[in-house]
């Protein structure tokens, strides 16, 4: 058993300390430290696997949503995922660790809506197991889907010159969890962006099979942690156009009232989109609807991440991305 007297490990830390200790093996092409692990099957096929886990308190609380779109919400970041790599979902493993005062019906709720977004992406849940919890409710998912061998998409692989994407529009989910917490009730729009997201399977694929990109995450820590992910793992750096940053209407007329919402869209969290790195120029025209994707800036040679402000000034966010041990 290997033990350690390390204290106060940030969560990337955390997984790195992990990943050392766990090593490698010659039945996966990829282990710890990607969305997901690849294990190469027969037929010229790749497994992939990822699990996560969904705390009462930390990543939800029951009076801001209702059952159904919880369910919901739990199946689709896991299924956001397979997208990250650009796979197809096929089988989820639920585990849920349920409390006393939760009833039968809300229960009934919960997998509902859980099903209903496992079956909108053609999987199916295969598996899982329940207990009690003498705390809040917990849930662990594990999600398992295919790619032909070869196309999946991992955080290394981006190259100097490669332009910077991402898909659809950022910041809405942070916005709408800070309304939330402060009281108030989020726009329609936003709120649906916080409480049922949207995977980007099919964005994903496409990227993948025509290989469009060079290295791929979806953004659920926020856009500079996980492009960030791709960087380090790619060995280079980053220059981010602020301008360029795709924002919803109801985030434009928040940031309107309050200039600094922007580090919202720059590293709050939970967008679920896809960003990516693609030696092509004009992607957006090439990837044509029903997807939209922004190029925002461009991969360099020098390391690190530089954010460009509109004046020509460099821009300092001022928020990190989320680290549950931070």
Known sequence: MVTSKK???QEFELIRWIQRQAGSSSHLTMGIGDDCSIQPQHAGQDLL???DLFIEGIHFKREWSNWFDLGRKAAAVNISDIAAMGGTPQSLYLGIGR???ISDGEMEEFLSGFLTE???YGAVLAGGDTCGSLGGLMISVTVQGTVTSGEALCRQGASYGDAIYVSGSLGDSALALQLLQCGKQPDSGLVERFHTPTPQVELG???SKRQLATAMLDISDGLLADL???LTASGVGAELEMADLPLSKPFQKALQADPGLIDLALAGGEDYELVFTSPLKDLAVQIGSPHTVTRIG?????PGLRIHHPDGELYRCQRGGFDHFA
């Open 49 to 51: 696997t990822s699990t």
């Open 298 to 302: 461009a991969v360099s040679q020098e």
């Open 118 to 120: 496992t079956r909108k």
């Open 7 to 9: 204290t106060g490990l």
């Open 99 to 101: 409390p006393k005062e």
């Open 228 to 230: 960030g992910h791709i």
């Open 205 to 207: 694929q496409k990227l």
